[in-house]
C-alpha cells in the first residue's frame, strides 16, 4: 500500500495534466516533442557545440527580459521561449 502524502498528490496531479496534455495534442494531430535545439532555432537564439548551458539559459533570460520586459528565472525563461518557439513553428498569431 502507497503512503499519501503531498508529494504523492503532485505526482498524481502532474500525472493527469500530462495525460490532459497528451489527448490535446492527439486531438490536434502534433508531436507533444520538441528538443531545446528546435526551439531555441525557431526563435534565433544562439547555439553551438562550444556554448554551455549556463549561456543557453542566460540567452533565453534575455530574450524573455528584452521581447517581454519581464525578469523571470532561468526554467521560467526556458518556458516562455518554448511556448514563442510552438507558435513560431505552427504558425501561430
Same mark, same amino acid.
Not at 493527469?16 to 508531436?31: H, S
Not at 543557453?56 to 530574450?63: F, G, M, R, S
Not at 521560467?76 to 511556448?83: L, V
Given at each position: ?9 503532485? *505526482? @498524481?496531479?502532474? %500525472? ?17 516533442? =520538441? @528538443?531545446?535545439?528546435?526551439? @531555441?532555432?525557431?526563435?534565433?537564439? %544562439?547555439?553551438? %557545440?562550444?556554448?554551455? @548551458? ?9 530574450? *524573455?527580459?528584452?521581447?517581454?520586459? =519581464? ?8 518556458? =516562455?521561449?518554448?511556448?514563442?518557439? *510552438? ?7
Amino acid at each position: 500500500m502507497y503512503a499519501y502524502n503531498k508529494t504523492t498528490k503532485a *505526482v @498524481r496531479w502532474d %500525472k493527469n495534466r500530462e495525460g490532459t496534455f497528451k489527448t490535446t495534442m492527439e486531438i490536434f494531430n502534433m508531436d507533444n516533442t =520538441i @528538443r531545446p535545439s528546435s526551439w @531555441r532555432k525557431a526563435i534565433n537564439l %544562439k547555439q553551438n %557545440k562550444n556554448i554551455k @548551458r549556463e549561456q543557453l539559459k542566460q540567452e533565453a533570460i534575455d530574450y *524573455v527580459k528584452e521581447k517581454y520586459n =519581464i525578469e523571470v528565472n532561468d526554467d521560467i525563461a526556458d518556458a =516562455i521561449c518554448i511556448g514563442d518557439a *510552438v507558435l513560431n513553428l505552427f504558425n501561430i498569431d
